[in-house]
């Protein structure tokens, strides 16, 4: 935006009163926009777009989690959900339409992929939930928030749709937007971003964008995990360990969060729980276990919450901090792993998957 407003012989300030206008006092009209020039304004209107993605539909859980599904310029939707808790208000922002990742419990992969979202797709997402939210009366009163352009959402979590690290330019444009002092003003704690495991671009990330970072684990060996999540192949635990440590750095300070999805009788043995526990002990971690949320046509089933609680309790007893996720909106498909916009997929993943299943049906 700044070169923008150069090119045009403008001040580089222009380009902050705009993020004002738009992010802080949410006008969406140039016309508005009153303390730019006439001319320059007719200008904006010519040369430049404002468009927000569309919410279709609104679904409201009994926990209070809120889930939107949101149109995109070309058709296609994506999914955003809003988790209130009693000290923040986190939203879970998609980072592509589909995924192309194939992790073999998650529903967005069966969906297979269409595209990258592009950085307003992104930040738009934060945008319209904040307004979402706002029209029905959710504030979030965040006494160490010191901004006066409070909104609901206080958190970020890249953790919707998608996989953030396989569109890195366009997640860290809308991650450095988010956090800038001109729109929403979000401290790096409050931005998380979850990866399966993209190694490389962990290494970029930790250069680009130091935000809170996320790995998807959910096994403590090459073995199960090649199995669970295929990206594992390219990317095998030690390697994927090691980015993990040089993110952290000398500091030492910023734990990482290890997701771990809790699968019955698959991944969630107090023989795994041990191997867990070994392979985090030199690390600053958080592991967060998942109780494993199903939908249609899916074989795998929940960890019992005996078997979670004893898992939790050897990574506990061995030191590693270990807290189990609270399920939200899950009667609204709105948990980890339900997310499903509507969309084309031109992997034909989707379609391959139904294939099969019809085939083993017939079998
Ligand atoms: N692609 C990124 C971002 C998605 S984050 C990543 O893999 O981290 C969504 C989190 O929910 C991930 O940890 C993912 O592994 C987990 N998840 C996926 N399907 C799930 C399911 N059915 N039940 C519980 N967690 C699931």
């Known amino acids: 935006m700044n070169q923008y407003f150069a090119d045009m012989g403008e001040k580089p300030f222009r380009s902050q009163q705009i993020l004002q206008w738009i992010y802080q006092r949410k006008v969406t009209d140039v016309d508005n926009m009153t303390n730019l020039s006439k001319a320059l304004r007719l200008r904006l209107k010519e040369t430049t777009n404002l468009a927000l993605p569309k919410v279709v539909n609104q ?208 991944n969630d043995t107090p023989s795994l729980a041990k191997e867990l526990a070994a392979l985090m002990a030199d690390m600053p971690a958080k592991v967060n276990l998942i109780p494993f949320n199903p939908f249609e046509g899916i074989d795998y089933r929940r960890s019992s919450k005996s078997r979670i609680d004893r898992f939790r309790d050897i990574l506990l007893s061995r030191n590693v901090f270990t807290v189990t996720r609270k399920t939200r909106g899950d009667d609204i498909d709105a948990a980890c792993g339900q997310l499903a916009g509507d969309f084309v997929d031109r992997t034909r993943r989707s379609e391959r998957m139904q294939r099969e299943s019809i085939r083993v049906s017939l079998s």
Not at 63 to 89: A, H, Y
Not at 173 to 193: E, I, K, P, Q
């Open 59 to 266: 679904q409201i859980s009994k926990d209070g989690t809120c889930k939107w599904l949101m149109q995109l310029s070309d058709g296609n939707s994506i999914e955003t959900v809003f988790i209130p808790e009693e000290d923040r208000g986190t939203l879970c922002v998609s980072s592509q339409v589909g995924c192309s990742l194939n992790c073999t419990f998650c529903a967005t992969a069966r969906q297979g992929f269409s595209r990258h979202l592009t950085v307003d797709e992104i930040i738009g997402q934060l945008w319209v939930a904040n307004d979402a939210l706002e029209a029905m009366g959710v504030a979030t009163a965040k006494p160490d928030v010191i901004s006066d352009h409070r909104r609901p959402v206080t958190n970020v979590v890249m953790m919707g749709m998608g996989e953030p690290l396989a569109n890195f330019d366009n997640v860290v444009a809308a991650m450095n937007l988010m956090m800038d002092d001109f729109t929403f003003g979000l401290s790096r704690r409050r931005v998380t971003l979850s990866t399966a495991g993209m190694v490389p671009a962990i290494d970029q990330l930790a250069e680009a964008c130091p935000v809170s970072l996320a790995v998807s684990l959910h096994a403590p060996n090459d073995a199960l995990r090649d199995q669970l999540v295929p990206l594992n192949k390219k990317y095998p635990i030690q390697t994927l360990m090691e980015a993990c440590r040089r993110f952290v750095g000398d500091s030492m300070r910023q734990r990482i969060t290890f997701e771990y999805v809790m699968l019955q009788e698959l």
